[in-house]
């Protein structure tokens, strides 16, 4: 028995020599990952002092919470501003004409100065040999109270076609 105990020793140490082995190197590669990883995280924290990963998830969590709360006041902001520009003159036409066809050159006008809605004003002035007469007409939604002319409404349609800052 002592015999074939001592035949089976030498197979034992070898295997456990071969183990010892396999896991040696099982721990080298370990560590060389460990090494990699530390170096990654040494490299996302730039050397900040930070040793605490999740103070600062926690503080960039934060941080977009406060930019989100901003880029909605800022879209309202940017929404109340559109608002206030449609409602802004900005859409002009000058419309010149002769208004007694066989004197004289094209020294009347109507300018038409109006919103994206068609409010605003109409502007005449009519140009005579001994005098010029000036008219001003309110717009609401292209119209107005007072009966436009076909130089007029050529005017406020010109306007109406034309984009801001053209």
Do not use: W
Not at 44 to 66: A, K, P, R, W
């Amino acid at each position: 028995m002592n015999e074939t105990l001592n035949q089976g020793l030498p197979v034992m140490v070898l295997a456990t020599a071969v183990l010892c082995i396999i896991l040696f190197i099982m721990v080298m590669v370990q560590g060389s990952k460990l090494k990699k990883l530390r170096r990654s995280y040494e490299g996302v924290m730039n050397g900040n002092g930070v040793n605490d990963l999740e103070s600062v998830l926690t503080q960039i969590h934060l941080d977009m919470e406060s930019m989100q709360v901003r880029t909605e006041e800022h879209s309202e902001k940017l929404q109340a501003l559109k608002d206030k520009l449609r409602k802004h003159t900005g859409h002009i036409a000058v419309h010149r004409y002769n208004a007694f066809g066989e004197h004289g050159n094209d020294l009347s006008f109507s300018i038409a100065l109006i919103d994206d809605e068609r409010d605003g004003l109409v502007f005449t002035g009519i140009h005579g040999r001994e005098h010029t007469y000036v008219y001003a007409k309110p717009l609401e939604k292209g119209q107005s109270a007072y009966a436009l002319s076909p130089e007029e409404k050529q005017a406020v349609e010109v306007a109406a076609t034309r984009q801001l800052g053209k």
